[in-house]
Each structure stands twice: as structure tokens, then as C-alpha cells.
Nanobody
Framework: QVQLVESGGGLVQPGGSLRLSCAASGSIFSIYAMGWYRQAPGKVRGLVARITSGGTTTYADSVKGRFTISRDNTKNTMYLQMNNVKPEDTAVYYC????????WGQGTQVTVSS
């Protein structure tokens, strides 16, 4: 059973940057496409960005050009570089395979506010 641990969230001002990390237990991480998801209060959890095992990336229109997803298969870790953040990026961010197959981690809270 893969366990996922997200970290790196916090309070950031509009226009600022954050880097989220997702650490996955187990050696099978590298063979799966992975995704970053987010859930804002009162909203459904949705996909923000995804990356294949080979590194091909896809982004939601709302974050395209501002966020960058990457992975290091040697460390079983995935990242989300968030630049030029906006108040509407405020949410709990989660990682999982794409499509989702593992239990959710605790997520990491990102709050964008001045």
C-alpha cells in the first residue's frame, strides 16, 4: 500500500511562490502517472496538473503558465512549483496517482492572501 505525504504549503501573498512536495512510499512510484489535486472550501476536489512516468505534463487552464509539475523517480518524490499565485489558488493540495488509485494523504494547505 503506497502512502503519500504532502508538504510545503503555507501562507503566501498574491504574486508569490511556493514549492509543494509529495513523498510516496514504496518502489512502484516510478511506473505511475501522478497528479496534483486541490480542494477549496465548499468545492469538489479537482486535478491541477499531472505528469506521466516519462515526464510529459498537462495542466488545468487555471494554472497553465504559473505552475510547474515535476518528479524525481530516484527519490519517489513529486513537486509542484507554484509561481504568481492568486487568491483563487487557496485550497488543500493533495497528490495521488492519475487516475486516483491510492488512499489520500493529509494534504497541505495553501493560503494566498495579503
Amino acid at each position: 500500500q503506497v502512502q503519500l505525504v504532502e508538504s510545503g504549503g503555507g501562507l503566501v501573498q498574491p504574486g508569490g511562490s511556493l514549492r509543494l512536495s509529495c513523498a510516496a512510499s514504496g518502489s512502484i512510484f516510478s511506473i505511475y502517472a501522478m497528479g496534483w489535486y486541490r480542494q477549496a472550501p465548499g468545492k469538489v476536489r479537482g486535478l491541477v496538473a499531472r505528469i506521466t512516468s516519462g515526464g510529459t505534463t498537462t495542466y488545468a487552464d487555471s494554472v497553465k503558465g504559473r505552475f510547474t509539475i515535476s518528479r524525481d523517480n530516484t527519490k519517489n518524490t513529486m513537486y509542484l512549483q507554484m509561481n504568481n499565485v492568486k487568491p483563487e489558488d487557496t485550497a488543500v493540495y493533495y497528490c495521488n496517482a492519475y487516475p486516483v488509485i491510492w488512499p489520500w494523504g493529509q494534504g497541505t494547505q495553501v493560503t494566498v492572501s495579503s
